[in-house]
T-cell receptor
Framework: DTEVTQTPKHLVMGMTNKKSLKCEQH?????MYWYKQKAKKPPELMFV???????INESVPSRFSPECPNSSLLNLHLHALQPEDSALYLC???????????????FGPGTRLTVL | GQQVMQIPQYQHVQEGEDFTTYCNSS?????IQWYKQRPGGHPVFLIQ?????EVKKQKRLTFQFGEAKKNSSLHITATQTTDVGTYFC??????????FGKGTKLSVKP
């Protein structure tokens, strides 16, 4: 299995809602990432987990709360989002654990989030 | 902060024509990766270059890393409609992070 899966594919939420994005991989990768991608822009790194522990937080607002319950799963909890948070949220994983630019990253299909 | 500039932003070609996208950094990069994102899709890893002056080929795609490790290019020979998408370079920064270029969106007219 060489896939990273993400659910849901699409999500529409109000600014007062609480929702979660889910990501799963069964490649045995021990590093997992959350990216945010706005239209016509490159992916922006949000969080990095290594061995289920948060190793990088790129100054992301607290309304985004990541969680890594086990080595295969990564969640992103959303609360009190703003319309400008609407974007494609991509999960990725890599075999190498140490945070490094040499890591080949496998991206999931993403969740397209719209905040009303 | 470190930046990777990528040009052109858009490229429209006739099927069968060649295509090249370029990435430049003002600072030395440890490595460079290339990703392709199809319309409505997600980035897919294409290749990584690490050595100064390195050249790698994948069928019709040729990737180069400059001698000073500050620039890179992706060249596609005889484009096909399946080549459509946005090509991103991502350079290795001094913090161990990947610095993505803004991408080049390729459209191919049959």
């Amino acid at each position: 299995d060489t896939e990273v899966t993400q659910t849901p594919k699409h999500l529409v939420m109000g600014m007062t809602n609480k929702k979660s994005l889910k990501c799963e991989q069964h490649m045995g990768h021990r590093a997992m990432y959350w990216y945010k991608q706005k239209a016509k822009k490159p992916p922006e790194l949000m969080f990095v987990y290594s061995y289920e522990k948060l190793s990088i937080n790129e100054s992301v607002p607290s309304r985004f709360s990541p969680e890594c319950p086990n080595s295969s799963l990564l969640n992103l909890h959303l609360h009190a989002l703003q319309p400008e948070d609407s974007a494609l949220y991509l999960c990725a994983s890599s075999q190498q654990v140490a945070f490094s630019s040499y890591n080949e990253q496998f991206f999931g299909p993403g969740t397209r989030l719209t905040v009303l | 902060g470190q930046q990777v500039m990528q040009i052109p932003q858009y490229q429209h070609v006739q099927e069968g024509e060649d295509f090249t996208t370029y990435c430049n950094s003002s600072t030395t990069l440890s490595n460079i990766q290339w990703y392709k994102q199809r319309p409505g899709g997600h980035p897919v890893f294409l290749i990584q270059l690490v050595k100064s002056g390195e050249v790698k080929k994948q069928k019709r795609l040729t990737f180069q890393f400059g001698e000073a490790k500050k620039n890179s290019s992706l060249h596609i020979t005889a484009t096909q409609t399946t080549d459509v998408g946005t090509y991103f370079c991502a350079g290795g920064g001094s913090q161990g992070n990947l610095i993505f270029g803004k991408g080049t969106k390729l459209s191919v007219k049959p």
